[in-house]
């Protein structure tokens, strides 16, 4: 498995970072889409969006998104996108769930779906079990697979009980953050914990959270993993926060590492097929 070609998992935007911090956090609909095609020649696969409104504030409008994907599909077709369901700073499923009733070309491949509540530094996000099953059924009813968020082990295990219940269905792709004050710290012992506790025919992802995400992120391509990178996650390039990232600069420096330990990068295409995902309708096939 460590010879398998690499996922990455681009977050371009999040919902906390500003301009103000780094210029370079692509915020209007174009500057999502621009970024992510550029990161998808550099071998980005999967972009994971946030919607943010015309002052930059999180949003979660279903217009935005539909400018912001209709964007990516007249750039660049073939990249298979995730939108969020994030519960951090909206609380009703009817918020929440938006973006899972855009159709045709617009629908997202995948959406975001975290496992559990739990603290970040100045907030919490809340998903309640109900939410989670909603949330679960509405992208299971529309076709949407499931970007499964688990930041300790006990989200692993309640995954394992929606798959028992047949809430949860495959493909299981899983994104494995480590690093956020209040949740698993980044360490190799937690990754591997995490991974073992895993259903055998999930597919995951490391992301580290700040100054972690290279660390996990390097972990990860080791042991044979995929990996989330972006601005959403860190905004620097190193760890003592003196040079500022871009997009592009993250997502080519886990290229680079995969390649030098002999893992070439998945195109969308070949990301599909690794996940589990069906292949597009309606769309430009996708660049090998």
């Known amino acids: 498995m460590i010879h398998d070609k690499l996922v990455i998992n681009l977050a ?31 071998g980005a696969s999967i972009v994971h969006l946030h919607a943010r409104d015309s002052d930059g504030a999180p949003a979660c409008r279903i217009d935005i998104y539909r400018d912001i994907i209709r964007h990516i599909r007249a750039k660049c077709p073939d990249l298979i996108i995730c939108v969020t369901t994030s519960g951090r700073r909206f609380r009703s499923f009817e918020e929440r769930a938006q973006s899972l009733d855009l159709d045709g070309e617009l629908k997202p491949d995948m959406a975001s779906l975290t496992l559990g ?55 299981f792709y899983f994104n ?23 259903p055998p025919t999930a597919t995951w992802g490391g992301a580290g959270i700040g100054r972690y995400q290279f660390h996990v992120n390097t972990m990860a391509i080791a042991m044979g993993g995929h990996v989330r990178v972006g601005l959403e996650d860190s905004l620097y390039m190193d760890g003592g926060k003196k040079r500022l990232a871009t997009n592009l600069q993250l997502v080519e420096r886990v290229a680079g590492v995969a390649r030098a330990i002999g893992r070439e990068v998945a195109s969308p295409a070949e990301a599909r097929r690794i996940i589990g995902l069906p292949e597009p309708r309606g769309q430009t096939p996708g660049r090998a």
Do not use: Q, W
């Open 12 to 42: 371009p935007t999040g919902i906390v970072p500003t301009k103000d911090e780094n210029p370079h956090v692509p915020l209007t609909p174009e500057e999502i889409a621009d970024d992510c095609c550029r990161c998808r020649e550099a």
């Open 117 to 171: 509540s739990m603290n970040f530094r100045n907030e919490a996000s809340i998903n309640a079990p109900d939410m989670i099953e909603r949330l679960a059924e509405a992208m299971h009813r529309r076709g949407i697979v499931p970007e499964l968020e688990a930041f300790d082990l006990g989200m692993i295990d309640y995954a394992r009980y929606l798959i028992k219940h047949d809430i949860l269905r495959k493909p």
């Open 176 to 198: 494995l953050l480590l690093g956020s004050l209040g949740t698993l710290s980044a360490t190799p012992a937690h990754l591997a914990s995490m991974v073992d506790a895993l």
